[in-house]
């Protein structure tokens, strides 16, 4: 697997609070996209972040990649009750295919 | 339009009897891929094609078969379904074959093998 051993994690926070998710992955990789799927609906691609950066930003959200340790983060400020979704973390290898984690379930309460 | 689409959204087979699966899209994406997402666990990658050109993941190369008749339609069909083929199908379209750019994803077709 690409990525590291990683529980699949779920999260239950009240709205209005912050939130980091986090993946590490084993192998070379040029491109991180986190993604978020809502109930009864595919995958919609957040933020892409490529290797030669550090952040990349959108809106309350925020994305880190760290090349050294391998790791990629997503963070979500003031969060909303329409932010409850899996969220899941893909990073692109040598092979050029996306690479998936497991996902963190987050629950935000309204 | 940004839209994927699958059909059927829901499907029930039985044991042994074949499956098919179609997806479309209109943004002339040359990629087109096909995932299985079982619950807790991460989306899988079965095939994709590049234009014309299909490749399958090597565990999975025996059970899944794939056409594209054009650019807009794709589909997976499955010769004869066994129990552990439950699960959701998720097909996605991107402008190239490399990771690099966003995957557009359909809302999936969920299976059901009896």
């Known amino acids: 697997s690409q990525w590291g051993e990683e529980n699949l994690q779920a999260l239950s926070i009240q709205e209005g609070e912050d939130v980091t998710m986090n993946c590490s992955y084993k192998?070379?990789?040029?491109?991180v996209q986190w993604y978020r799927q809502k109930s009864g609906k595919g995958p919609a691609q957040l933020i892409l972040?490529?290797?030669?950066?550090r952040e990349k930003r959108s809106g309350r959200l925020r994305a880190t990649l760290d090349t050294s340790s391998q790791s990629s983060s997503l963070s979500i400020t003031g969060t909303l009750a329409t932010d409850t979704a899996v969220y899941f973390c893909a990073a692109t290898g040598n092979t050029g295919k996306l690479i998936f984690g497991l996902g963190t379930t987050l629950q935000v309460q309204p | 339009d940004t839209t994927v689409k699958q059909n059927p959204r829901y499907k029930l087979a039985r044991v042994g009897k074949p499956v098919n699966l179609i997806c479309s899209q209109t943004m002339n994406h040359d990629t087109m891929y096909w995932y299985q997402k079982k619950p807790n666990q991460a989306p899988k990658l079965l095939l994709f094609?590049?234009?014309?050109?299909?490749?399958r993941e090597a565990d999975t190369f025996e059970k899944f078969q794939s056409s594209r008749p054009n650019n807009s339609f794709c589909s997976l069909y499955i010769g004869s379904a066994g129990l552990e083929y439950s699960a959701m199908y998720l097909c996605?379209?991107?402008?190239?074959?490399?990771?690099?750019?966003?995957?557009?994803f359909g809302p999936g077709t969920r299976l059901t093998v009896l």
């Open positions: 972040i490529r290797s030669n950066e």
């Open positions: 192998t070379y990789t040029t491109v």
């Open positions: 996605a379209s991107s402008r190239d074959g490399q990771g690099s750019y966003e995957q557009y």
């Open positions: 094609y590049y234009d014309k050109i299909l490749n």
